[in-house]
């Protein structure tokens, strides 16, 4: 039961923190989309002036007019998934409006500082799933060891005590009592197998808690290899994608540039913008995910704790 609710106090916490960060992720998302429209609208504009003086065709109008209607339906889209996520989060907490706390900046994520042999092992040993299956082997032994017990002789100390009245003389009565303290050994001789198929049936059940017991351990030691590879993965895309705003960033300057001096056209505008602005929504995505994978490998190693959610909340602003 204590494993039981351990397993429990982790997967809320576990919980919690991903409806945390799914609401900053909706907020990001939304966010982005409307910075993308705005960039769009400007665009549109710009076309239609270009238009107007004969220095560009409709077809540049009309592209960044499709590029503004699918930003607004992007927009309802991600703004109708902020609320979701919203009501989920506050579902959680038992509050209404909570306000999730941006990361501060600059970012700094946290990685793992020991190897994974030493979350595996710690896993193998204090995962709640693993202190259960330990728990069910222990009780199948004893339970092993009581069919045993059933075949061996027994001793048992009596004693009884009794009281009473007799008629002691003609017309005269007066209490007696009776004590006697002994010693009892049975010797069972035969039960018609009924001891030694119970001791068959525990072996079995011995037998397959043991195997309980060891797919337990393999189970969390593959999940808690899975998380840590997990966690490392995330950081190292987070840098690519840290490069790939950047990147981004002057891609785009270098393509409104082209586009003012006539060497490129308004559809590479708005791709670029597109693309600047999807790396950004991604990134942000990505660094929650690393916090929220760090959380899980704590959780697959069995040691969750809400000292670990106060490390990723220092990582927030104030």
């Given at each position: ?100 706390k941006q ?27 693993v202190r ?24 048992d100390a ?161």
């Amino acid at each position: 039961s204590a494993a039981d609710l351990d397993a429990a106090e982790q997967d809320l916490m576990l919980r919690v923190s991903q409806a945390y960060f799914d609401v900053l992720g909706a907020q990001d998302t939304l966010g982005t989309t409307r910075a993308n429209k705005a960039a769009i609208a400007e665009q549109l504009a710009s076309a239609k002036r270009n238009f107007e003086v004969g220095t560009a065709t409709i077809t540049d109008t009309r592209e960044a007019q499709a590029r503004y209607d699918l930003a607004t339906a992007q927009e309802i889209a991600a703004d109708n998934d902020l609320v979701t996520k919203q009501i989920a989060l506050d579902q959680l907490v038992g509050s209404e409006h909570v306000v999730p706390k941006q990361l501060a900046v600059p970012v700094v994520l946290p990685l793992p500082t020991t190897s994974v042999e030493d979350f595996v092992a710690r896993a193998a040993a204090e995962h709640p799933t693993v202190r259960r299956a330990q728990a069910a082997y222990d009780i199948a032994l004893l339970e092993t060891e009581k069919a045993r017990a059933g075949a061996m002789p027994t001793v048992d100390a009596v004693a009884t005590v009794g009281g009473g009245r007799s008629t002691v003389a003609v017309g005269f009565t007066g209490p007696n009592t009776l004590t006697s303290v002994g010693v009892q050994i049975n010797f069972p001789l035969f039960a018609g197998f009924s001891v030694q198929n119970r001791i068959k049936e525990t072996l079995v059940l011995e037998e397959r808690s043991r195997n309980d017991l060891e797919a337990a351990r393999r189970g969390v030691t593959q999940a808690t290899r899975q998380a840590y590879y997990t966690l490392l993965s995330g950081a190292a895309q987070v840098k690519a994608l840290e490069a790939a705003e950047a990147s981004s960033q002057l891609a785009l300057e270098a393509t409104q540039v082209g586009y003012r001096v006539g060497i490129r056209v308004n559809v590479d505008v708005l791709n670029a913008q597109s693309q600047l602005y999807q790396t950004r929504r991604d990134l942000a995505r990505a660094r929650y995910d690393v916090l929220l994978n760090t959380l899980r490998l704590d959780q697959a190693a069995g040691h969750l704790t809400p000292a670990d959610v106060l490390a990723i909340d220092r990582l927030l602003t104030p």
